[in-house]
């Protein structure tokens, strides 16, 4: 079967790994590939809520792993389908989802959160504050849901909020592993998600996911989500 090229065929854009368009960068290879984002704050801007060490370790550490294990998977799906090698493209689909998710979500993640004086943990205004309301009753019956829902997830994985942009809904869903909310329906926009993986929060909280969970709502950015809600349910 012959196969288009999805690949652009571009010239070397970073040799640094890094990239100021959103951690998107283009290898000599001509395969587009990514980089790390940068933090929108210091690492230990989000203290005491996230200490700087967890903040440095999962962004520098597991985020980045995320994305160099994605772009290998990217670099070995053009070779496998430049060889028209289906069995070969089949395999490499789980490490796609997976450091592909890795990358999404994270990307996702970072611009959720916010220090307190830069407006983290401020409740959200307009649209989206109104919408909490009408479905959930108040904000802290949110944050209770999706705190009950994050705290009993078994293994790893991310509770979100998110919205259906079709149905003009908003929705809690949760997802195992690196999969991101749009495995949950193609219509899901996420507006918040929360990393509940052990890296994102063991050398502070040790195994007490719920004390992580009570206290990043002091450093949510709803002022982010808020923007989206606005964009998807104008
Ligand atoms: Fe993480």
């Not at 801007?45 to 294990?69: C, V």
């Not at 592909?100 to 611009?111: A, E, L």
């Not at 802290?140 to 705190?147: E, G, S, Y």
């Amino acid at each position: 079967m012959a196969l288009r090229p999805l690949l652009t065929r571009r010239t070397l854009a970073s040799a640094s790994g890094f990239s100021s368009n959103g951690g998107i960068t283009t290898s000599f290879r001509g395969l587009q590939t990514f980089s790390l984002p940068d933090l929108p704050y210091d690492y230990g801007a989000l203290q005491p809520a996230i200490s700087g060490e967890i903040m440095q370790l999962h962004h520098q550490k597991h985020h980045q792993a995320y994305i160099t294990n994605y772009n290998k998977a990217l670099e070995q799906l053009h070779d496998a389908m430049s060889k028209g090698d289906a069995p070969a493209v089949v395999k490499l689909q789980s490490a796609i989802k997976f450091n592909g998710g890795g990358h999404v979500n994270h990307s996702i993640f970072w611009k959720n959160l916010a220090p307190i004086q830069g407006g983290g943990g401020e409740p959200p205004k307009g649209s989206l504050g109104w919408a909490i309301d009408n479905h959930f009753g108040s904000l802290d019956a949110l944050v209770q849901k999706m705190n009950a829902e994050g705290a009993a997830l078994q293994g790893s994985g991310w509770v979100w909020l998110g919205v259906d942009k079709e149905l003009k809904k908003l929705v809690v869903e949760t997802t195992s592993n690196q999969d991101p909310l749009v495995t949950k329906g193609p219509s899901l926009v996420p507006l918040i998600g929360i990393d509940v993986w052990e890296h994102a929060y063991y050398l502070q909280y040790k195994n007490v996911r719920p004390d992580y969970l009570k206290n990043i709502w002091k450093v949510i950015n709803w002022k982010y989500a808020s923007e989206l809600y606005g964009k998807e349910c104008p």
